[in-house]
């Protein structure tokens, strides 16, 4: 069985509600909705906080 990606799955959700997710050249760093450049921890928890998660334990 495959694990997933975490970062995928947060960049999956947040862009199926309606943001615009993009990496940088190495999918270090990443801008949401044209914004600052984030880390890929702080894209995480930024999903998780809005609540964006798919449920217990995941994203995490």
């Given amino acids: ?6 970062i995928a799955e947060a960049v999956t959700v947040l ?3 309606g943001h615009t997710v993009e990496p940088d050249d190495d999918h270090e760093n990443w801008r949401v909705d044209g914004g600052e ?8 928890a ?3 906080v809005l609540g964006l998660n798919g449920g217990v334990g995941r994203l995490q």
């Avoid at 069985?1 to 975490?6: A, I, S, T, V």
């Avoid at 984030?38 to 995480?44: E, N, P, R, S, V």
């Fill in 37 to 44: 450049p984030i880390t890929a921890g702080d894209l995480l």
């Fill in 15 to 17: 862009t199926s509600r």
């Fill in 1 to 6: 069985m495959l694990e997933e990606d975490p």
């Fill in 46 to 48: 930024w999903a998780i």
